[in-house]
């Protein structure tokens, strides 16, 4: 009976340990910052300078489900009185895969998404075509305060399908993480 009640005292309070632990770690990350693309004109790249933000709702501590924007915007030498600008904005979905402990340091992360991207040209005439948009990367956020974290590098491959032909795009981002 004394072996019974003891096991009983020894769960009871592991119980609350199991509880405490679902809080370690981080539920939502929202990221902002410096975005810079090289876009696919066929085989020629152009730098495009951008934001990027970010919100990742974390459904477990290692996966998350994230939701991300970008705008990039070149301004294109043409003759005069005529300038040419080009924006790309994308809008992608879908899963993040990080430990999202409340202790770590350093977190490298991966993420994959899918969604669509709208590409515009204006000058002379306007154009604008919106297709198909993935991102597949990953990164290094690294904790410099409880609620921050300074994401050091974020690498992607952005392949894009516009006008029935396929970009293979690329970006790098700088930033922070809020939490």
């Known amino acids: 009976m004394r072996k019974l009640l003891f096991s009983m005292i020894i769960m009871a309070c592991a119980a609350s ?69 080009a924006k790309t904005h994308t809008l992608v979905g879908g899963v993040q895969f990080k430990d999202n402990s409340k202790d770590k340091k350093v977190k490298p992360f991966a993420h994959l998404m899918a969604g669509f991207t709208n590409a515009r040209v204006s000058g002379f005439v306007s154009e604008s075509e919106t297709g198909f948009a993935g991102v597949i990367g990953g990164g290094v956020d690294i904790k410099i305060s409880p609620r921050v974290d300074f994401r050091a590098i974020q690498l992607d491959y952005n392949p894009t399908r ?14 922070l993480v809020f939490r």
């Open 17 to 85: 340990f199991s509880f405490a632990q679902s809080d370690d770690y981080n539920k939502v990350d929202i990221y902002a910052g410096f975005s810079h693309a090289r876009v696919d004109f066929g085989g020629d790249f152009e730098g495009f300078n951008g934001v990027e933000g970010a919100v990742t709702g974390n459904i477990s501590r290692y996966i998350g489900l994230k939701g991300d924007y970008a705008f990039h915007y070149k301004n294109f030498d043409a003759p005069a009185p005529f300038e040419v600008n």
């Open 162 to 175: 516009l006008g029935g032909e396929t970009q293979h795009n690329f970006r790098v981002g700088i930033g």
